[in-house]
């Protein structure tokens, strides 16, 4: 290493379980190298294939980093450059005239998960919101119904530990592509695998992981939950269950029993498109692999019974004694295990009581409904690209063009939202700002330094609060926090979990595992965060909110079977999970990415190919009543029969036709959590040189 080069640790900060530390090389002011941290456990020295090019993204000449202000059309993305302060000024000055004509509640925040610090996420913005009294926003476009169905079972958020998977013997990758989603639990799968384990994914698309898998099933979309009843049927028929677990740690296991008696293979064949045979070997293989280890992910909560659909199969470790061993049971997020003080860090009391909550799943509907009351007149968007990512594109583009409609977006790239705003702000990277950062994939704290300065007049989301907050007048002594002010409230330090970690101490190592035994183990002898104690087969919390308390099965929406006279006309189910090479939105204009995808495409099934007169290689429009777009046609068995895949997600402005696969999804909500249900969707395929 030269003189004046220095090795330190950031913290990935993207929407993954992975949640990885960086090792930086760093000469004077600039970052020269950067790869995995070769000591930390989980990030085991490697990168995935989008972060292991981040110095790219850093230095991109595509980067903003400069205030911009509105000097054409919206929707065309010309700006000029501004100063900071003329920014904020006018920004302030806005909202006030917004706030007089029609009180604060029509302006509105929309943020995900673009940056996944805990404070970055979360924190001096909502205060700031909260402070204001606008709208509250319902962050639903991810997770929401799949843990709503997951707490109702288990009680919270929490799983087998990812590393203790080594131990299992039967892998289901259940609903999650790891090898591009999830790639640090990879090595540990592939572990189990040379020690005897066997590895199956359920999955409608074969996915990369699918191609890796000892065994396939390619179910129809929206069928989860049909398939685990059946396995069910088959546990509790042959007497294959664990009794003994079942009466000790669970509450409802004869309500479920019946439920699955509901279920015989024949009828789970007909719903999922599955053969009865290999959903019979696949049930009994399950029950008599211990351990047995579910890995799940948010995929398949994306649809009407997507909260259902995960409270389903949650119930099935309880009822094959799963739990009781290391590496045993299921996983959808290791979040819970983190404890998190929320309220001490967002500030929800600083809100007016009777304030409205948006949900951000129908930011179209929100944007363009004249009867709403008061209207959404002014948008701050940040660590979101709604113009992309949000469902029913039409609506949502329609709604981001309108003249009275102020928006605000803090972003790194022109993204496809920010060509409607009326002011750009430049948002820093994870290795120019503070953070400290959870993981909902493995049980380590980690705590990021900026090891560079900021790019440009680059901010972070919390210092340009604290900036609007001075402007806007927002005197709560809370608003003058500074990140590690905010750091030290967002935990509960005295917790068992956290035993023997501090902000001293984090940064010192950056990153430390939660105090609790490896392996992991929650719920070998029950304990389960429910009301009773209990892993809640039959759950009469949800009973009280109008769903079936016993697990079960809620169709889709839309689907050949459930809306037969819509499939007259939209005969192909349509998902669109995401591509190899992007997260989300996020590295969907990087060039070297662009370059590996390709373009936009989407696989057809050679027999649903055919008869629509479409070949390989030739651009399609696919469409609905909702919209529609076109795709490079890829014709292949790798898209299961009536089933469309459209790997995801490009900015609209990169696709023919200035559209991507948002324009067909609904704005229809999920059974738990106000869900959304992007991969609830039917549509047709043509040629576009044919197609209205």
Partial sequence: MSAGRRTLKVVCPHDCPDTCVMSVEVEGDRAVALGGDPEHPFTRGFLCAKVNRYLERVYSPERIL??????????????????????????????????????????LPYSYAGNLGVLGYGSMDRRVFHALGASLLDRTICATAGAAGYEATVGATLGFDPEAIVGARLIVAWGTNMVSSNVHQWPFVEEARRRGARLVT???????????????????PGTDAALALGMMHVVFRDGLEDRDYLDRFTVGAGDLRRRAAEWPLERVAETTG???????????????????????????????????????????????????HPGGGILLSTSAAYPVRTDALQRPDLSPPGTRTINMSQLGRVLTDGALDPPVKALFVYNSNPAAIAPDQESVQRGLARDDLFTVVHELFPTDTVDFADMVLPATSTLEHYDIHKSYGHLYLSLNR??????????????VFRRLATRLGLDHPCLRDTDEDMAQQAFDWGHPRMAGITLERLERE??????????????????????????????????????????????????????????????????????????????????????????????????DAAPRGVVEGQTVRVFNDRGSFLARARVSDASRRGLVVGLSIWWAKMCPGGRNANAVTSQELADMGGGATFHDVLVDVAPAETSA
């Fill in 66 to 107: 400069h205030p911009m202000k509105r000097v054409g059309a919206k929707g065309k993305g010309r700006f000029r450059r501004v100063s900071w302060d003329e920014a904020l000024d006018e920004i302030a000055a806005r909202f006030r005239e917004v706030i007089a004509a029609h009180g604060p509640q029509a302006i």
């Fill in 202 to 220: 359920v999955d409608p698309y074969r996915s990369r992981t699918a191609e890796r898998s000892d065994q396939h099933l390619a179910l129809l």
């Fill in 274 to 324: 599955l053969d009865p045979a290999e959903i019979e070997a696949f049930a009994r293989e399950y029950a008599g692999s211990h351990p047995s280890a579910i890995r799940i992910n948010y995929g398949l909560n994306r649809h009407a019974g997507g909260g259902m659909a995960v409270r389903t199969l949650a119930c099935l470790p309880a009822v094959v004694g799963a739990w009781r």
């Fill in 450 to 463: 900026p090891v560079i300065p900021p790019r440009g007049e680059a901010l972070s989301n919390t210092e």
């Fill in 510 to 607: 950056t990153s430390l595992r939660l105090n609790v035994p490896a392996p992991y183990v929650p719920f070998a002898e029950g304990g389960f965060p429910t009301p009773s104690g209990r892993c809640e087969l039959r759950a009469e919390r949800l009973a009280e909110q109008g769903h079936d308390p016993v697990a079960g099965y809620v169709p889709p929406r839309e689907s050949v079977m459930s809306a037969p006279e819509l499939a007259k006309r939209y005969p192909l189910a349509f998902i669109s999970p995401p591509a190899h090479h992007f997260l989300n939105s996020t590295f969907s204009a990087q060039p070297v990415f662009v370059r590996r995808e390709g373009e936009a495409s989407v696989t057809i099934h050679p027999e």
